[in-house]
């Protein structure tokens, strides 16, 4: 027998309610729940634009950096610091939400994954970008890969929206570098999120003043952040510095752990779950969904999206069973 049903994110089960539980002021955590009795099916939506490029262990990286880490006054980032090799990390351990990595084999191992990440990203493996321009501001554009005509990519006369799902990805390749303008955004509609944009930039790049960016920068040189500029996405330079001197840096918000199958036998459950790697995942299971049932079975950062565990708490004479997964997320 197999029981069919959708997938659906809730906060507080059973009932619907945001897809996001504010657990302080800094971190929330984002729920995939999931009924098994037998084999749970999920349904995908088929997304637009390339894959998404594979940070690895860089992904939980909200900076990274090779030479130097400095600010003058900028807010909070969301997300762990690196620089490798050991370097001057000069942001102070107040302003970061995560943990800070100042060389070490951690920080060494993400920054050969971010030069993998540079190279995917790249019109080398990324071939046929659209050209669209290198004034991006003003238009409005849809999933893909484009690359700049000139080499340089510029938002600075008016703001860039990218529109599309939630699946939905975007890699913007350079030649040399990214100029964001006093004021100016990258807005997203339409479900589209910043955990799906890539900037791949053969130099350096900047953030002007009271600007509001969108995606993960993959820059060969530096990273400049000016005052009260704000990042929902990443900074990371290969060879040079990050210099954050914004109002704010987040992470981006991971999708949440969904289910791919669960499957019973008489004394155990096989569930098998797609999260984002690198990020601390929780399995829960309940009997009953009532809130006070819930109880951790299992913990993990997995380093693939597929993470595979024997549930050996089930028991013949329970007839249901029902598991959640979360993340964390700074």
């Not at 809730?10 to 955590?29: H, I, Y």
């Not at 350079?174 to 955004?185: H, I, K, P, W």
């Not at 996405?233 to 290969?238: D, T």
């Amino acid at each position: 027998m197999i029981i069919r049903i959708s997938q659906r994110l809730a906060s507080t089960p059973p009932t619907l309610g945001p897809q996001f539980l504010q657990l302080n002021r800094m971190k929330r955590v984002i729920i995939g729940l999931g009924f098994a009795l037998v084999v749970m099916a999920q349904q995908r939506t088929l997304a637009a634009g390339p894959a998404p490029i594979d940070l690895k262990s860089a992904a939980h990286f909200t900076i990274l950096a090779t030479a130097t880490t400095t600010t003058t006054g900028g807010g909070i980032i969301n997300g762990d610091v690196g620089l490798s090799p050991v370097g001057s990390q000069g942001i102070p351990p107040g302003n970061i939400n995560g943990t800070i990595y100042n060389g070490g084999p951690i920080a060494a191992q993400a920054q050969l994954d971010l030069n993998d990440a540079v190279i995917a990203a790249s019109p080398a493996q990324l071939p046929g970008g659209i050209d669209v321009g290198a004034e991006l501001g003003g238009k409005t554009l849809v999933a893909g890969v484009y690359q700049s005509p000139s080499g340089a990519y510029d938002i600075t006369s008016v703001d860039l929206t990218l529109n599309g799902g939630p699946d939905d990805v975007w890699v913007f390749q350079m030649a040399s570098t990214l100029t964001v303008g006093v004021s100016r955004q990258v807005i997203l509609t339409g479900g589209a999120q910043a955990r799906n944009i890539f900037w791949q930039v053969g130099s350096s790049a900047t953030l002007g003043t009271s600007s509001a960016f969108a995606g993960t920068i993959m820059a060969y040189s530096s990273i400049s952040m000016n005052a009260s500029s704000t990042l929902d996405g990443r900074a990371m330079a290969q060879v040079g510095a990050v210099t954050f001197n914004g109002a704010g840096g987040n992470m981006p918000q991971p999708a949440a752990p969904s289910f791919i199958s669960i499957s019973r036998a008489p004394n155990s459950a096989t569930v098998v779950v797609s999260t984002t790697p690198y990020s601390l995942v929780t399995l829960q299971s309940s009997s009953e969904l009532s809130p006070a049932d819930w109880l951790t079975i299992a913990t993990n950062t997995p380093t693939t999206s597929i993470w595979t565990f024997s549930d050996n708490t089930v028991t013949a004479n329970v007839p249901q069973r029902f598991y959640r997964a979360f993340i964390v997320h700074p």
